[in-house]
């Protein structure tokens, strides 16, 4: 299957602001990041999405009737959210950091529920045997899902970056797993 997931655009949020699932929209038309992304594509793909605004703006641009799936969400960072990460008391923040995999911020949930969650969503849409599929949702969701898939430790994960409004394609075999390219605009 070759799946094509795209990081939902920049949001209309402030510079060093911890969103997470907040549900905020975007600095620019979703139509107009539509417009781009629709080049890279294959015509009539079928389109999943996160239900966040962010994402599912776009997805509604992208084709007809996406699927909004709840699983494609962004980390929930509980108390943390719409706050500034330099406003995150350090000692938890520092927690986070330690233990970045296992860690929830308080009323939260931890980057091993997100994996959880999200490899489901991939484990059904396998099961769906159709060809290929575009996943519009999250830079959190990206990073767990090819830190898991590419066996990179928590330290690093840092170091996987996926741009505002880019696509990854991978090709999901049954036991095997081919990145083509990343961030691509």
Known sequence: MELFLIRHPEPAVPEGTCYGRSDI????????????????????????????????????????????????????????????WDEIEKAAFDAWVADILNFAPPGGESAAAMLARTLAFLDELRTSEAPAAAVVTHGGVLRVLFAHWLEVPPRRWPRLVFEFGAVSKVVLGRKDLRVEYLNRK
């Open 25 to 84: 929209g975007l600095a620019e038309p979703p139509g107009v990041a539509a417009a781009r992304l629709r080049k890279i594509l294959p015509a009539g793909i079928p389109v999943y999405t996160s239900p966040l605004l962010r994402c599912r703006s776009v997805a509604e641009q992208l084709g007809p009737d996406p699927t909004v799936d709840a699983r494609l969400v962004e980390m929930h960072f509980g108390e943390w959210e719409m706050r500034r």
